[in-house]
């Protein structure tokens, strides 16, 4: 398993922006689909973002798309999501996520190497 850490949330008003990191424990990070979800109070864990150990593929959910990005390092062994017009309901635990699977996916059940997450609260 390859070690996760993330950084970068905080407390932000409606419109901010945001850009969370994900620190990874090395090498292994280029053989690793990456992923962010993310865990709002009283609701199951979700799938915000992913990409491929290569790059070549991104997928968001709808709710996401056009306002956060996801971005993978490979010579720095780095994830990151930058995160544009965030809303009151974007308030959640975020959690980087690596998948050693050979396919790629998004499904949270492939990811198999969690962070400890990352709190990000958006006021209106």
């Known amino acids: 398993q390859v070690q996760l850490v993330e950084s970068g949330g905080g407390l932000v008003q409606a419109g901010d922006s945001l850009r969370l990191s994900c620190a990874t424990s090395g090498r292994v990070f280029n053989t690793y689909h990456m992923g962010w979800f993310r865990q709002a109070p009283g609701k199951e864990r979700e799938f915000v973002a992913a990409v491929s150990r290569g790059s070549v593929t991104t997928n968001y959910a709808d709710s996401v798309k056009g306002r956060f990005t996801i971005s993978r390092d490979n010579a720095k062994y780095t994830l990151a999501l930058q995160m544009n017009g965030l809303k009151p309901e974007d308030t959640a635990v975020y959690y980087c996520?690596?998948?050693?699977?050979?396919?790629?996916?998004?499904?949270?059940?492939?990811?198999?190497?969690w962070g400890q997450g990352t709190q990000v609260t958006v006021s209106s």
């Open positions: 996520a690596a998948s050693a699977r050979l396919l790629y996916s998004i499904r949270l059940s492939d990811f198999g190497s």
